[in-house]
Nanobody, 121 residues
Framework: QVQLVESGGGLVQAGGSLRLSCAAS????????MGWFRQAPGKEREFVAA????????SYADSVKGRFTISRDNAKNTVYLQMNSLKPEDTAVYYC??????????????WGQGTQVTVSS
């Protein structure tokens, strides 16, 4: 069992930066790949980034490639999402998830409650 709690969301102007954190409980955190997803009002939840259990492999949605960076610290049971050059279209609730190293929502077994990111123009 893994419990996930996101933090770090907020309101930022376009071009600004935020760093999201996702703290996990449970001794098996390091055995899971981790992903970040987001969901804007009226839209489906979409893949943002994923990282393998060791941190050696990462993947990104085309819309965030070059602007966002996913990382993890297994000693701290935490995964991060550094978001730079934010755009209004990045506005959404951001969720972290634990599961397989996949871009598919169905590949993840555990989910956090989400943190709101709002980017003003």
């Amino acid at each position: 069992q893994v419990q996930l709690v996101e933090s770090g969301g907020g309101l930022v102007q376009a071009g600004g930066s935020l760093r999201l954190s996702c703290a996990a409980s449970g001794r098996t955190f390091s055995s899971y790949a981790m992903g970040w997803f987001r969901q804007a009002p009226g839209k489906e939840r979409e893949f943002v980034a994923a990282i393998s259990w060791s941190g050696s492999r990462t993947s990104y949605a085309d819309s965030v490639k070059g602007r966002f960076t996913i990382s993890r610290d297994n000693a701290k049971n935490t995964v991060y999402l550094q978001m730079n050059s934010l755009k209004p279209e990045d506005t959404a609730v951001y969720y972290c998830a634990a599961g397989t190293n996949s871009a598919n929502v169905r590949g993840y077994e555990y989910w956090g409650q989400g943190t709101q990111v709002t980017v003003s123009s």
